[in-house]
């Protein structure tokens, strides 16, 4: 998770340029990134994240990036949308309104 305060000393923004698979490239100033996703161990990914309904580690997406104002709720949406159905993640969404929101399969 990332949050900036502000304008760059050198820019209007701060640039941030991500290794995602579709290379993203985002400007930050006064928003906050959080990347939610699987971990790599010995060539296998590892779930982190509890899904509440069923009890069991779980990940629906690969990666989710989501950019907003706000560093909590950024961080709250990546980890939910990471295990949410497609329906559930799409009401999500359009429910908080992220600046960004990137679910990577």
Known sequence: SIITRGRHPYGDYWPLAL???KNTSLM???DAVSISGFHQQEG???AHITDPYEGKL???YKLVEVQM???IRAE???TALSIAPDKEGQEIINTFNPEICIRIP
Request: proline share 6%.
């Open 28 to 30: 930050l100033n006064d």
């Open 19 to 21: 290794e995602d698979g």
């Open 44 to 46: 296998k990914a590892k």
């Open 76 to 78: 709250v949406l990546s």
């Open 58 to 60: 779980k990940h629906k």
């Open 69 to 71: 104002k706000c560093p």
